[in-house]
């Protein structure tokens, strides 16, 4: 039956086929009004006034890591977060510089360490180099890269390789407390932001240790995270075999190796990788993260 309201109530039609007609109306306004209110409140189904199409709702992306109960399962244009993954370290290295362990065992194990991320293309060709060979490494992000790759940086996450804090900007020089607070604190936020993910690892870019940041760091009982060899992949002169040599002639039981993913072209990085990787299980190492070397010495 068509609703015609302008029919309703006027005194030369049928009293009760009015009072009916009326009814049905208003149930019908009623059932609109809800249909409305339920699209505006339901992500995913929310229509744009401009496009008339499916909107992203924000608001999704903010929900507290706790209410998240499968986070797997969220659809794509949210962020997918790994509930409560913390990276602590022992506390007798928590507020301490680390620069290399000695593990308690016979046992020979190393950590790499790859800084600057997450980048376009150079971090996903790492990662994939790292799935191939079973091997978890320890990123070191840098907040305005983090920002602009989100789904790298989910994807490190969830193949299971440590997250630590390499501040915002990657400045070098002399910060007071305010800007060391902000360069670490803005860095942590938008990795639990976008990975749920918290840490307690923190390495100051250039290995500066004076110009206000590893104090800012060790005030907060995280560990300041150096290493103890270096494969140079930031020579702009030197050959992928070099960055090779430095780290397969150089290394020790326990040792943190520096590489990098981000800051610039690291192709060269990429092509040493696998030969740095394969040189290392030949000389009997088994690859860890820096959490589990700091575990396995404490």
């Known amino acids: 039956m068509r609703c015609n309201l302008a029919t309703v109530g006027k005194p030369n039609v049928n009293n009760k086929h009015l009072k009916y007609q009326k009814s049905i109306c208003v149930v019908i306004s009623s059932l609109i009004a809800n249909l409305l209110t339920a699209c505006n409140t339901v992500p995913g189904v929310f229509l744009s006034s ?86 978890k490494a320890t990123f070191f992000w840098v907040g305005q890269a983090l920002q602009e790759q989100p789904d790298l940086a989910k994807r490190e996450v969830a193949e299971g390789h440590a997250i630590g804090n390499h501040t915002w900007h990657h400045w070098y020089r002399q910060m007071d407390q305010a800007t060391a607070k902000s360069e670490i604190e803005r860095t942590a936020n938008l990795i639990y932001q976008i990975t749920g993910v918290k840490t307690s690892l923190f390495r100051p870019p250039g290995g500066f240790l004076n110009n206000g940041l590893a104090a800012y760091a060790k005030s907060q009982k995280d560990a300041v995270v150096m290493w103890s060899l270096t494969s140079a992949d930031t020579d702009p002169h030197a050959k992928p075999q070099a960055f090779v040599n430095n780290v397969l002639k150089g290394a020790k039981s326990g040792a943190i190796v520096l590489m990098h993913d981000g800051g610039g072209n690291r192709q060269r990085t990429i092509q040493a990788l696998p030969q740095i990787i394969s040189g290392l299980k030949q000389q009997g190492y088994r690859f860890v993260t820096v959490p589990e070397l700091l575990q396995i010495q404490s």
């Open 50 to 135: 401009r496009t008339n199409q499916r909107a992203d709702i924000p608001k999704v992306i903010t929900v507290p890591i706790n209410r998240i109960k499968n986070p797997i399962n969220l659809q794509s244009s949210q962020l997918n977060k790994v509930e409560n993954l913390t990276f602590t370290v022992p506390t007798k290295y928590q507020g301490k510089t680390v620069y290399h362990v000695q593990p308690n065992s016979s046992e020979k194990v190393i950590a790499l360490t790859i800084d600057d991320g997450p980048w376009k293309n150079t971090t996903s060709q790492l990662l994939d180099i790292l799935k191939e060979n079973h091997i």
